[in-house]
């Protein structure tokens, strides 16, 4: 059973070690954005995994949840999120749905917030969650991410939750004039890459290493 039904005390721990990893897993790694640490305490980690890991939502690393794919470490969520430097105005395309939990970190940090899920079963089961926990605006699909969603192009900010040795051409064709795009790139040996769209095409700055499961479906080889 999830802890919204389990009484206040059981919810009261859970609001403690929400706020302890905050400290302890976030803030004490750099991430300082004050906004990204208000969104990672406002989205409750455990109302994302399977109820038999509930326990286990605060811990520091990804979780299962199916189909071989996991809820990222909160770490990441949060780091990934203040990479792109979101005021609140944006519109935000993130590929990879996973279980929700970033798009609904993303939701209260940007405007508007369109996520796409390769595996329909997960894209379902998200899209009914962020619904229930008050996330009805976010726009969801099933789809190739590599792709991404081009009638609801050009965003500001574009970010994915899975690798491929390159970006995808069709993610870059997407991101608006002075946009970022946030990308895992790399085989084994992943990097995160940030690109800024300027007038005259790209700047791209490399990040820190990563592992990330590798994108399905489409061409995710990129250029």
Do not use: N
């Amino acid at each position: 059973m999830y802890p919204e039904i389990l009484g206040k005390k059981y919810g009261d721990y859970l609001a403690f070690i929400r706020r302890a990893m905050i400290k302890e897993q976030i803030e004490a790694r750099g991430v300082g954005d004050p906004r990204v640490l208000a969104a990672m305490d406002k989205v409750w980690r455990h109302s994302f995994v399977p109820e038999d890991l509930v326990t286990r939502a605060y811990e520091d690393y990804p979780l299962p949840i199916g189909r071989g794919q996991q809820i990222p470490q909160a770490y990441m969520v949060a780091l990934t999120c203040g990479m792109l430097e979101l005021k609140g105005t944006e519109r935000v395309l993130e590929i990879g749905t996973g279980s929700g939990y970033q798009t609904a970190v993303l939701a209260e940090l940007a405007a508007e917030v369109f996520t796409v899920e390769i595996f329909p079963d997960l894209a379902g089961e998200a899209r009914a969650r962020l619904e229930r926990l008050g996330y009805a605006g976010v726009g969801c699909r099933t789809g190739d991410g590599a792709q991404g969603w081009p009638e609801e192009g050009p965003f500001d900010a574009i970010i994915a939750t899975c690798a491929a040795p390159g970006i995808p051409p069709a993610l870059k064709a997407q991101l608006a004039p002075g946009g970022r795009l946030l990308f895992p790139a790399g085989g084994t040996g992943q990097k995160l890459l940030l690109l800024r769209r300027t007038g005259s095409g790209f700047e791209e700055k490399t990040g820190p290493a990563v592992s990330f499961a590798r994108m399905l479906g489409g061409d995710g080889a990129g250029s």
